[in-house]
């Protein structure tokens, strides 16, 4: 037996400006499609560039993703629940690379990280290590615009969670740390999961501040959107192909975690 | 002193203060009674350690646990106070087990002690069924009873009930109420009942503390407070006639008197639970008409006037309390040794689902 | 004007900031420059205006391959001032420019931070892996410049970031971050904080900047009047101001 539906008609408004909201994402879509050149696409992707930009795109915005969550969480936690002097302008501050230029964050983590910068001069003339021009810098300048992504939707979380269970947990004679690893953690394993696909979604598209920061160089710092910002002024059909594989991965990957991570009530 | 020493005195919301002070002995049970917003959800917080006093102390076998003037702060993980909280809080992402496993592992316990201590309390609280279960598959009793086995597990220096009962229904609150007496008992050290249900009280605790508007207006056993309520607040709760009973088709018998009653409620089959308001009973000086089963002649014991009230008790066969206006005591020519004939509708006589073993004798 | 501050008000602010700015001028002309022509264009603009008070010249500078991307997608530009021909040629093959006329010069240098830290000598030290050397990347005419130059002295270069734009590889230069690269003999000239290097004619790549009026143009009168005053004396003593040669 089939249960019956009800079928819900969408007052006009809503569906006329939802529609055009929806449009709005899906035509430049349609116009990736339309341009590109599908006999030679194959040839294409596989070609050195591309799959070199693909391979570097994919560990470096997983290992962003796996460094924010790592710094992301205890960052938000300290921003949710302790009042410490200065915590709106930590706040405001962490989140500033959301709104930022992230050319403008490439440049200023030149300026902290680089071999001139206030920190990278001492560890550079101390080790060698030089975070510019390498992969840390790519996987550096992903974690600079995409953990704030993370901390904003875990701090949002841990500031909806009922202190009352973390309570009984203490009456319990749990620790703070225990506490938060048994009982915090598992309550906000939704918002925690979303902020982390969201995080990592951003370090895939990550172009600014890779290329001001990490450079680029083939098969070293030259992630997707590198190649395809390269490719658009030489050769178009590898730029469009270039593309079509960042969407295509992109959604992949939404559509999968989407389904199986956000449908079980991630506050977003 | 061994037991629990308190004295409580917080800053509420709305200006005013919650100032209270007790103490219970190893083995007591202590219920603080009062009206919601009274100040008692506070007492709990405090005594947990989940928001320290302004001033007084929480002393407990002996250890300091919160003194504002010396400033000792004792966090509420190192107070090994067990709470029974009102919504249970249990955790829905962890089993039954793991619920029950959760304080002796936070306390250092290994794995396998713990589990064995949480399937033997489950065990002893006839949960050892449902173990692999999540909280929200269980029933409010079940919950409550695991809320229970997690604070006991602890091993606790004092428990503490906040509201235990006041989310089951009916039904499920008198089969609780049992299992509660029978683990109060069973727990060596000092309880704490908060409740604002004086049935709860009456039947669970051996002391009663009233809070009203964050202070005690009176504390001691309920026969004291019955006999001699200090406020009108308590007078009403005292005043709720409580008797033991079975219950046959709307035929009560009572346990420990001479008279039967007759309830519109037949719902309930078996032991019953009869509560009777004193507002609910009319005194006259001649036989009333109505059923014969819900009227008896009989004498008045005590008069107390209660300012808009005056609290008559009746004697033999039913020692209940009754609320009239001192206009109808004067009209009536009420006084000690007067005989007077009373009657009480069916339809306001209630009657709650009662356990065997409840502590009886106490109406 | 009135007219047109009553339509300011409520429409799209963003769209119509341009229109709005309140300068008196009845055209805008949009020159789309190479990077490298920065900051001799933006001097160049300032000094047309003046001659033309009724005229408002906007800059968009960027690499000469972004901006050739952006005149084939429609931009509504007038004047294409590019650092290679190739470009420019692209864009009359398909019918998109005029035939273009040369206005300046320039030649490669390798620019080092200012002190030279990484001892820089010549062109064969773009090779050391030790060092950190950027180019232009290959899809701009510095980068392609560089490349021959780097082919023609036969050497491999040891490339660290092919930076987007010339103005990008010289401020990673300047910055200290990189310890070499090859860039346009003006863009040193316009810089106080590198070093330069030159290299042996040899090496030499002529380069020549070509300026054309756009066919689809919409103030093709006021685009001739730009091209003309870049081509004048004084518009050719501002380019040489800046480090260029006369074409």
Same mark, same amino acid.
């Given at each position: 037996?089939?249960?019956? @539906?009800?079928?819900?008609?969408?007052?006009?408004?809503?569906?006329?400006?939802?529609?055009?909201?929806?449009?709005?994402?899906?035509?430049?879509?349609?116009?990736?499609?339309?341009?590109?050149?599908?006999?030679?696409?194959?040839?294409?992707?596989?070609?050195?560039?591309?799959?070199?930009?693909? @391979?570097?795109?994919?560990?470096?915005?997983?290992?962003?993703?796996?460094?924010?969550?790592?710094?992301?969480?205890?960052?938000?936690?300290?921003?949710?629940?302790?009042?410490?002097?200065?915590?709106?302008?930590?706040?405001?501050?962490?989140?500033?690379?959301?709104? !930022?230029?992230?050319?403008?964050?490439?440049?200023?983590?030149?300026?902290?990280?680089?071999?001139?910068?206030?920190?990278?001069?001492?560890?550079?003339?101390?080790?060698?290590?030089?975070?510019?021009?390498?992969?840390?810098?790519?996987?550096?300048?992903?974690?600079?615009?995409?953990?704030?992504?993370?901390?904003?939707?875990?701090?949002?979380? !841990?500031?909806?969670?009922?202190?009352?269970?973390?309570?009984?947990?203490?009456?319990?004679?749990?620790?703070?740390?225990?506490?938060?690893?048994?009982?915090?953690?598992?309550?906000?394993?939704?918002?925690?999961?979303?902020?982390?696909?969201?995080?990592?979604?951003?370090?895939?598209?990550?172009?600014?501040?890779?290329?001001?920061?990490?450079?680029?160089?083939?098969?070293?710092?030259?992630?997707?959107?590198?190649?395809?910002?390269?490719?658009?002024?030489?050769?178009?059909?590898?730029?469009?192909?270039?593309?079509?594989?960042?969407?295509?991965?992109?959604?992949?990957?939404?559509?999968?975690?989407?389904?199986?991570?956000?449908?079980?009530?991630?506050?977003? | 002193?061994?037991?629990?020493?308190?004295?409580?005195?917080?800053?509420?919301?709305?200006?005013?203060?919650?100032?209270?002070?007790?103490?219970? &002995?190893?083995?007591?049970?202590?219920?603080?009674?009062?009206?919601?917003?009274?100040?008692?959800?506070?007492?709990?917080?405090?005594?947990?350690?989940?928001?320290?006093?302004?001033?007084?102390?929480?002393?407990?076998?002996?250890?300091?646990?919160?003194?504002?003037?010396?400033?000792?702060?004792?966090?509420?993980?190192?107070?090994?106070?067990?709470?029974?909280?009102?919504?249970?809080?249990?955790?829905?992402?962890?089993?039954?087990?793991?619920?029950?496993?959760?304080?002796?592992? &936070?306390?250092?316990?290994?794995?396998?002690?713990?589990?064995?201590?949480?399937?033997?309390?489950?065990?002893?609280?006839?949960?050892?069924?449902?173990?692999?279960?999540?909280?929200?598959?269980?029933?409010?009793?079940?919950?409550?009873?695991?809320?229970?086995?997690? &604070?006991?597990?602890?091993?606790?220096?004092?428990?503490?009930?906040?509201?235990?009962?006041?989310?089951?229904?009916?039904?499920?609150?008198?089969?609780?109420?049992?299992?509660?007496?029978?683990?109060?008992?069973?727990?060596?050290?000092?309880?704490?009942?908060?409740?604002?249900?004086?049935?709860?009280?009456?039947?669970?605790?051996?002391?009663?503390?009233?809070?009203?508007?964050?202070?005690?207006?009176?504390?001691?056993?309920?026969?004291?407070?019955?006999?001699?309520?200090?406020?009108?607040?308590?007078?009403?709760? &005292?005043?709720?006639?409580?008797?033991?009973?079975?219950?046959?088709?709307?035929?009560?018998?009572?346990?420990?008197?001479?008279?039967?009653?007759?309830?519109?409620?037949?719902?309930?089959?078996?032991?019953?639970?009869?509560?009777?308001?004193?507002?609910?009973?009319?005194?006259?000086?001649?036989?009333?008409?109505?059923?014969?089963?819900?009227?008896?002649?009989?004498?008045?014991?005590?008069?107390?006037?209660?300012?808009?009230?005056?609290?008559?008790?009746?004697?033999?066969?039913?020692?209940?309390?009754?609320?009239?206006?001192?206009?109808?005591?004067?009209?009536?020519?009420?006084?000690?040794?007067?005989?007077?004939?009373?009657?009480?509708?069916?339809?306001?006589?209630?009657?709650?689902?009662?356990?065997?073993?409840?502590?009886?004798?106490?109406? | 004007?009135?007219?047109?501050?009553?339509?300011?008000?409520?429409?799209?602010?963003?769209?119509?900031?341009?229109?709005?700015?309140?300068?008196?001028?009845?055209?805008?002309?949009?020159?789309?420059?190479?990077?490298?022509?920065?900051?001799?264009? =933006?001097?160049?603009?300032?000094?047309?205006?003046?001659?033309?008070?009724?005229?408002?010249?906007?800059?968009?500078?960027?690499?000469?391959?972004?901006?050739?991307?952006?005149?084939?997608?429609?931009?509504?530009?007038?004047?294409?001032?590019?650092?290679?021909?190739?470009?420019?040629?692209?864009?009359?093959?398909? =019918?998109?420019?005029?035939?273009?006329?040369?206005?300046?010069?320039?030649?490669?240098?390798?620019?080092?931070?200012?002190?030279?830290?990484?001892?820089?000598? =010549?062109?064969?030290?773009?090779?050391?892996?030790?060092?950190?050397?950027?180019?232009?990347?290959?899809?701009?005419?510095?980068?392609?410049?560089?490349?021959?130059?780097?082919?023609?002295?036969?050497?491999?270069?040891?490339?660290?970031?092919?930076?987007?734009?010339?103005?990008?590889?010289? =401020?990673?230069?300047?910055?200290?971050?990189?310890?070499?690269?090859?860039?346009?003999?003006?863009?040193?000239?316009?810089?106080?904080?590198?070093?330069?290097?030159?290299?042996?004619? *040899?090496?030499?790549?002529?380069?020549?900047?070509?300026? *054309?009026?756009?066919?689809?143009?919409?103030?093709?009168?006021?685009?001739?009047?730009?091209?003309?005053?870049?081509?004048?004396?004084?518009?050719?003593?501002?380019?040489?101001?800046?480090?260029?040669?006369?074409?």
């Amino acid at each position: 037996m089939t249960r019956r @539906k009800i079928r819900q008609r969408a007052p006009w408004p809503l569906l006329v400006l939802g529609s055009l909201g929806a449009a709005v994402f899906v035509l430049p879509l349609i116009g990736l499609a339309t341009r590109t050149p599908w006999s030679r696409l194959r040839e294409l992707v596989m070609s050195d560039v591309v799959v070199d930009a693909l @391979k570097l795109s994919l560990m470096t915005s997983v290992l962003a993703a796996a460094i924010s969550l790592l710094l992301g969480v205890p960052l938000a936690w300290l921003l949710a629940r302790v009042e410490f002097p200065g915590r709106r302008i930590v706040r405001a501050i962490v989140t500033l690379p959301m709104v !930022l230029p992230p050319v403008v964050g490439g440049a200023a983590l030149l300026f902290a990280l680089g071999r001139r910068g206030v920190i990278g001069e001492p560890i550079n003339d101390a080790t060698g290590f030089l975070l510019p021009f390498s992969v840390w810098g790519v996987v550096v300048a992903n974690v600079f615009v995409a953990m704030p992504f993370l901390v904003v939707t875990v701090e949002g979380a !841990l500031r909806n969670v009922d202190g009352r269970h973390e309570a009984a947990a203490a009456t319990l004679g749990a620790s703070r740390l225990t506490v938060f690893r048994r009982i915090t953690l598992p309550m906000i394993a939704p918002s925690v999961r979303a902020g982390l696909v969201l995080a990592w979604a951003r370090a895939l598209g990550e172009f600014g501040a890779t290329v001001t920061f990490a450079g680029n160089l083939q098969g070293r710092t030259q992630t997707l959107p590198l190649a395809v910002f390269v490719a658009l002024e030489q050769d178009r059909d590898t730029a469009v192909a270039i593309s079509l594989v960042l969407v295509a991965v992109s959604l992949a990957v939404l559509l999968l975690l989407r389904d199986r991570w956000w449908s079980n009530g991630a506050d977003l | 002193m061994n037991g629990l020493d308190a004295h409580l005195v917080v800053q509420l919301a709305g200006g005013f203060y919650l100032d209270v002070a007790f103490s219970i &002995a190893p083995g007591e049970t202590l219920a603080l009674l009062g009206p919601n917003g009274a100040g008692k959800s506070t007492a709990v917080d405090v005594l947990a350690g989940l928001t320290p006093l302004d001033d007084g102390h929480v002393v407990l076998n002996n250890r300091v646990l919160d003194a504002p003037a010396d400033d000792v702060f004792v966090v509420a993980e190192q107070r090994r106070i067990g709470v029974v909280f009102q919504d249970y809080l249990l955790f829905d992402h962890l089993s039954v087990l793991e619920n029950v496993m959760f304080g002796p592992l &936070a306390l250092g316990e290994r794995k396998p002690q713990a589990r064995a201590m949480a399937n033997e309390l489950l065990e002893r609280l006839d949960m050892q069924g449902l173990s692999s279960r999540t909280p929200p598959q269980l029933s409010g009793g079940q919950a409550q009873r695991v809320a229970l086995a997690r &604070a006991l597990a602890t091993q606790p220096d004092l428990l503490l009930l906040d509201e235990a009962l006041a989310a089951l229904d009916v039904t499920t609150r008198g089969t609780l109420r049992r299992v509660l007496a029978q683990h109060l008992s069973d727990f060596s050290g000092p309880r704490l009942l908060i409740t604002h249900d004086p049935t709860d009280a009456f039947l669970l605790a051996d002391r009663i503390a009233i809070v009203e508007d964050g202070s005690l207006s009176q504390v001691g056993s309920a026969e004291d407070i019955r006999r001699r309520p200090a406020t009108p607040y308590v007078a009403a709760l &005292a005043g709720t006639n409580l008797l033991v009973g079975t219950n046959r088709a709307g035929f009560l018998t009572l346990d420990h008197h001479g008279h039967d009653l007759q309830t519109a409620d037949t719902s309930i089959d078996g032991p019953v639970l009869i509560t009777v308001h004193p507002t609910a009973i009319a005194l006259h000086r001649k036989q009333p008409s109505g059923s014969p089963r819900n009227t008896w002649q009989t004498r008045v014991v005590s008069v107390e006037p209660l300012g808009d009230t005056t609290r008559i008790t009746l004697g033999d066969p039913l020692p209940l309390g009754v609320d009239i206006t001192p206009g109808a005591t004067a009209a009536l020519n009420l006084h000690e040794g007067a005989a007077v004939w009373a009657s009480v509708k069916a339809t306001e006589i209630t009657v709650t689902p009662a356990a065997v073993n409840v502590k009886s004798g106490r109406n | 004007m009135i007219r047109q501050a009553t339509w300011c008000a409520p429409l799209l602010v963003a769209l119509l900031l341009s229109s709005c700015t309140g300068r008196d001028s009845d055209e805008t002309l949009l020159v789309m420059a190479a990077a490298s022509l920065t900051d001799a264009f =933006g001097e160049i603009g300032v000094a047309f205006e003046a001659a033309n008070p009724d005229i408002e010249v906007r800059l968009n500078l960027a690499g000469s391959g972004a901006l050739r991307e952006q005149i084939v997608q429609g931009a509504p530009a007038d004047v294409f001032a590019s650092a290679s021909a190739q470009t420019v040629q692209a864009l009359v093959s398909a =019918g998109l420019a005029l035939s273009p006329t040369d206005f300046a010069s320039n030649e490669l240098r390798i620019a080092v931070p200012t002190g030279n830290p990484g001892g820089v000598v =010549g062109i064969e030290d773009l090779a050391n892996s030790e060092l950190l050397i950027g180019l232009c990347g290959a899809q701009v005419p510095c980068g392609q410049f560089a490349r021959q130059a780097l082919e023609q002295a036969g050497i491999d270069a040891s490339v660290d970031t092919n930076e987007g734009d010339v103005r990008a590889l010289l =401020g990673k230069i300047e910055a200290g971050e990189l310890d070499a690269g090859i860039v346009y003999a003006s863009d040193i000239a316009a810089s106080d904080d590198v070093d330069e290097i030159l290299l042996p004619p *040899t090496f030499g790549v002529a380069i020549t900047y070509p300026i *054309t009026i756009l066919s689809e143009s919409p103030n093709p009168d006021a685009a001739g009047a730009f091209v003309a005053f870049v081509l004048s004396v004084e518009g050719q003593a501002i380019l040489h101001a800046y480090g260029f040669d006369p074409s």
